[in-house]
């Protein structure tokens, strides 16, 4: 007997220090969360996820060593019940117990769930025992192909949504070119002030009014005509004429086959 009240008092203080630090890992976790979560990166979350997962596997090796012994069968019973505050619990409960009372052993010493929850389980065992194996592999394998098929549709959204994505952030464009491009168009940058050849040279007029001079094909030649167009005039190869009653205006065109004055 004091063999295995000795072994059973080794087991629960191991599983009281696993306990203790699968509790602080929580409580780390829980603050980054709330605390650090513009800080917090998908790396540190899963390695948070990691440690909690290797505290609560050792945790399943300590119950299932064949040295520990089968708590089921340990019965736990409340000696005192009192409405009244508890300091000492209070202190090993870190404040989440201040009474021990009627109403919260119920809770804290539970070691089944609620009926309405057993009843549902056992219902569930009842209906899986039901099932055929092989109704049972069939269901299985639809499972696991619908899980196929749902994992093969995710891999392809995520592959195309960062193909999307470098397509977007992708620059179409040389800025530099652009920037010669809006320089040359709003202030000239770059541009030469050669003519091409075969066009007519700026005129020289000492009156104001001056014309431009419409350059023409080889065989061409500029001529001085007064007055100013007006659409009743008529045309000489394809070059509308000025009237001569409007004076101190000069235009120069060209015309083919020589120069004419206007009537």
Not at 83 to 96: F, L, S, V, W
Not at 164 to 184: E, I, S, W, Y
């Given at each position: 007997?004091?063999?295995?009240?000795?072994?059973?008092?080794?087991?629960?203080?191991?599983?009281?220090?696993?306990?203790?630090?699968?509790?602080?890992?929580?409580?780390?976790?829980?603050?980054?969360?709330?605390?650090?979560?513009?800080?917090?990166?998908?790396?540190?979350?899963?390695?948070?996820?990691?440690?909690?997962?290797?505290?609560?596997?050792?945790?399943?090796?300590?119950?299932?060593?064949?040295?520990?012994?089968?708590?089921?069968?340990?019965?736990?019973?409340?000696?005192?019940?009192?409405?009244?505050?508890?300091?000492?619990?209070?202190?090993?409960?870190?404040?989440?117990?201040?009474?021990?009372?009627?109403?919260?052993?119920?809770?804290?010493?539970?070691?089944?769930?609620?009926?309405?929850?057993?009843?549902?389980?056992?219902?569930?065992?009842?209906?899986?025992?039901?099932?055929?194996?092989?109704?049972?592999?069939?269901?299985?394998?639809?499972?696991?192909?619908?899980?196929?098929?749902?994992?093969?549709?995710?891999?392809?959204?995520?592959?195309?949504s960062e193909s999307?994505?470098?397509?977007?952030?992708?620059?179409?464009?040389?800025?530099?070119?652009?920037?010669?491009?809006?320089?040359?168009?709003?202030?000239?940058?770059?541009?030469?002030?050669?003519?091409?050849?075969?066009?007519?040279?700026?005129?020289?007029?000492?009156?104001?009014?001056?014309g431009p001079i419409?350059?023409?094909?080889?065989?061409?030649?500029?001529?001085?005509?007064?007055?100013?167009?007006?659409?009743?005039?008529?045309?000489?190869?394809?070059?509308?004429?000025?009237?001569?009653?409007?004076?101190?205006?000069?235009?120069?065109?060209?015309?083919?086959?020589?120069?004419k004055k206007p009537?």
């Amino acid at each position: 007997m004091q063999r295995e009240e000795k072994q059973l008092e080794v087991t629960l203080e191991a599983l009281i220090s696993q306990v203790a630090d699968l509790k602080n890992s929580l409580v780390s976790f829980i603050y980054k969360l709330e605390n650090e979560y513009d800080r917090l990166t998908w790396p540190s979350v899963l390695d948070s996820f990691a440690l909690l997962s290797g505290q609560l596997n050792t945790l399943n090796k300590v119950l299932k060593h064949e040295k520990t012994p089968l708590l089921r069968n340990q019965v736990i019973i409340p000696l005192v019940l009192s409405p009244d505050r508890d300091e000492e619990i209070m202190r090993q409960t870190e404040g989440r117990v201040p009474v021990f009372s009627h109403e919260v052993v119920p809770d804290h010493l539970r070691t089944k769930p609620d009926p309405e929850v057993e009843e549902q389980e056992k219902q569930l065992i009842t209906d899986a025992a039901r099932i055929s194996p092989d109704v049972a592999q069939k269901q299985i394998q639809s499972l696991n192909k619908m899980c196929s098929n749902l994992l093969e549709k995710i891999s392809k959204e995520e592959r195309e949504s960062e193909s999307g994505g470098l397509r977007q952030n992708k620059q179409t464009f040389n800025p530099t070119d652009t920037n010669a491009l809006v320089a040359a168009v709003a202030f000239g940058k770059g541009l030469s002030n050669r003519r091409p050849p075969g066009s007519g040279g700026p005129v020289q007029s000492g009156q104001p009014g001056t014309g431009p001079i419409i350059a023409g094909a080889s065989g061409m030649q500029q001529v001085q005509i007064s007055g100013a167009p007006t659409p009743q005039q008529p045309m000489l190869a394809g070059v509308q004429m000025s009237q001569a009653s409007q004076p101190g205006i000069r235009q120069e065109f060209a015309v083919c086959h020589g120069s004419k004055k206007p009537m």
